[in-house]
């Protein structure tokens, strides 16, 4: 044998041991899919949670429907007292300054 031929023949042995070393520690096609299933089982249960329990967590729409129909009330309340506190002190700001006299005058003012 010669030189290059018994280095051909060490790398090919160096090949050989190291798929052979490799193939051990790799798992089988079986493992691989029973762990894939598992995973895929897992990761879908975990999903599957996390929806019920913000299904949970999220008011009804009955619930939604009565808190927004509240605050229109609220804020119609609010806004009919604003128009009312506006119209009072209207009403005061005429009754006080006698603008309304002004209005109802019949023959304009004079210019001085």
Do not use: C, F
């Not at 042995?13 to 790799?26: E, F, G, P, S, Y």
């Not at 691989?32 to 996390?50: E, L």
């Amino acid at each position: 044998m010669t030189l290059a031929g018994a280095a051909a023949g060490q790398v090919r042995t160096v090949l050989v041991d190291t798929a052979d070393w490799t193939q051990q520690r790799l798992p089988s096609a079986d493992q691989v899919r029973v762990t894939t299933a598992t995973a895929a089982t897992q990761a879908w249960d975990a999903a599957r949670k996390t929806a019920d329990w913000t299904q949970q967590q999220l008011p009804s729409a009955e619930q939604v429907r009565h808190t927004t129909a509240d605050a229109a009330n609220q804020a119609m309340g609010a806004a009919k007292k604003g128009l009312n506190w506006a119209k009072d002190l209207t009403i005061r700001v005429v009754d006080t300054t006698g603008v309304d006299k002004l209005l109802k005058r019949e023959d304009p003012p004079t210019k001085h």
